[in-house]
């Protein structure tokens, strides 16, 4: 099913309240503004509710400095959950993906022109669960792929589960890293809400930008950006709690991390 809204509350009503009752919703916000860039949201996941956080958050951030998106969106559960229909030709015209999916097996094709969107260079955000998007759990649906190696080969991670969620870290930049773009007015520290993912160690291509940190145990990369085989720039954080929306830090950080991710 195809959405293309300019207004953002008719995407909010469409997205929300018909959600239950198709397979995939894509919309599209565009702007009134010369556009600095198209991103396609690719949201598949159940627990963090990015459907509503991101959309927010594309709203209210970037939607009045230029920048235009597709949001291409799966239900929770059911054989839909699996099919992220439209994605292909969202792609074709994105600058940057931004993913938030977890354990999603999408159809062949869709899967490939996610691939092919990476092998040509294409600038990715990933949040949260995105580090096991493409890792299903059992036997992948036929038509539909699998991509388990996605957290070394793109992001550069290490994903091998999280700390107990009712522990809650603190977010602190990591040692060297204060003068990146992408931490440019990120100061002091904050706690997240959500649990602390195991991530060491990274690929020898990618740069931590934040650490987390627990009582009693090592801390974690938690902000790191990477430059895979093809290229192009990979931003990824193991945060996107709701909770973590509510810290003006992590917003600026999305922020920055959108500038860098297309300024080349």
Known sequence: MGICK?????????LFLLGPLVGCQQARIQNDVETNGHIVFMIGEPEYQTRQTLAVFFER??????YTADFVVVPDEGAGMHDFAGLEAALAGADLLWLSVHRRGPRAEQLDAVRGYLDRGGSLIGVRTASHAFAPRGEVMPGHAAWLAFD?????GNYKGHHPKDQHPTIRIARDAAGHPVL?????????????????PLADTATPLMTGHLAGVRSEPVVWINRPRAGGRVFYTSLGHPGDFDHPAFRVLLRNAVSWALSE
């Open 184 to 200: 440019q007015g990120v100061s002091g520290e904050f706690v997240s809400p959500g649990s602390l993912y195991k991530t060491t």
């Open 61 to 66: 951030h970037l939607a009045s400095q230029g």
């Open 6 to 14: 300019n207004n953002f509350f008719w995407f909010l009503v469409t």
């Open 152 to 156: 070394p080969e793109i992001l550069g």
